[in-house]
T-cell receptor, first 112, second 113 residues
Framework: QQQVKQSPQSLIVQKGGISIINCAYENTAFDYFPWYQQFPGKGPALLIAIRPDVSEKKEGRFTISFNKSAKQFSLHIMDSQPGDSATYFC???????????FGTGTSLTVIP | NAGVTQTPKFQVLKTGQSMTLQCAQDMNHEYMSWYRQDPGMGLRLIHY???????DQGEVPNGYNVSRSTTEDFPLRLLSAAPSQTSVYFC????????????FGQGTRLTVV
């Protein structure tokens, strides 16, 4: 049973547009929510992460929005660039630590 | 910095063969894990370890064995390869604690024919 649900499975965005990827969870024991970025032939790498005590975190063009009551969080990529084309995974970690629960991934393609 | 090193990068096995995927990290991380990545299914946890001598099963452990004799190494053994084990395998390591970053290796693409 998928503990973190991610959508959409794939996304095509024009250069300069906004890419939005959504994730949802049920387990209230989750209290750390990272996003990972994976380029073809590479392992995933940490992009940005958020704790549930804040509703938004921004790093450059990447923003996480977090809705604790709805148990949802999303990644927004502003001014999307072809170099952002990759697979994105949301994840959640329990307050007991360490074990990552990953979403199913979103393949993002940014068209020049 | 080497980080997490996986070998081999590619492997073709015949059904029934056994093999070991190697994983080593040089960051002194306590936590290590193995995932398989399949299209549309994301990263699924196979086995993990919270320290030398301690391992546990993840979501999809059947057909795989692990051991952790040192902090640095966490090999994954396929006992009798099956076509269903065709996948890309990733090893990851992280420090203990919930605000932690997982560092992934480059992956091993395994094909079982």
């Amino acid at each position: 049973q998928q503990q973190v649900k991610q959508s959409p499975q794939s996304l095509i965005v024009q250069k300069g547009g906004i890419s939005i990827i959504n994730c949802a969870y049920e387990n209230t024991a989750f209290d750390y929510f990272p996003w990972y970025q994976q380029f073809p032939g590479k392992g995933p790498a940490l992009l940005i992460a958020i704790r549930p005590d804040v509703s938004e975190k921004k790093e450059g063009r990447f923003t996480i929005s977090f809705n604790k009551s709805a148990k949802q969080f999303s990644l927004h990529i502003m001014d999307s660039q072809p170099g952002d084309s990759a697979t994105y995974f949301c994840a959640a970690i329990k307050n007991t630590g360490n074990q990552f629960y990953f979403g199913t991934g979103t393949s993002l393609t940014v068209i020049p | 910095n080497a980080g997490v090193t996986q070998t081999p990068k590619f492997q073709v096995l015949k059904t029934g063969q056994s093999m070991t995927l190697q994983c080593a990290q040089d960051m002194n991380h306590e936590y290590m894990s193995w995932y398989r990545q399949d299209p549309g299914m994301g990263l699924r946890l196979i086995h993990y370890s919270v320290g030398a001598g301690i391992t546990d099963q993840g979501e999809v452990p059947n057909g795989y064995n692990v051991s952790r004799s040192t902090t640095e190494d966490f090999p994954l053994r396929l006992l009798s390869a099956a076509p269903s084990q065709t996948s890309v395998y990733f090893c990851a390591s992280s420090k203990q604690g919930r605000d932690t970053e997982a560092f992934f290796g480059q992956g091993t693409r395994l094909t079982v024919v």
